[in-house]
């Protein structure tokens, strides 16, 4: 996987059907619930924190939208 691949942060477990994304706070997780209307399963802390501190479990395939696409689809 390269650096220009767009699945390379997505951590989707197919067999689960769950999907994980890094957050900084609990909060977080909940606001991406919120904002992309993502059902939050599970927030599971990380053991070796650096920067993000919990993983945030939703349901299903879940990834962020492509805004450059959409910047893009515009011009």
Request: aromatic share 12%; glycine share 2%.
């Amino acid at each position: 996987m390269t650096n220009n691949d767009p699945n390379r942060w997505l951590r989707y477990d197919s067999d689960r059907d769950i999907s994980r994304h890094s957050a900084t706070n609990p909060q977080k997780c909940r606001d991406m619930q919120k904002k992309y209307g993502w059902k939050l399963i599970d927030i599971e802390e990380i053991e070796n924190k650096y920067i993000f501190e919990v993983d945030c479990v939703f349901k299903g395939k879940t990834e962020f939208p492509n805004y450059l696409e959409e910047i893009e689809e515009i011009e």
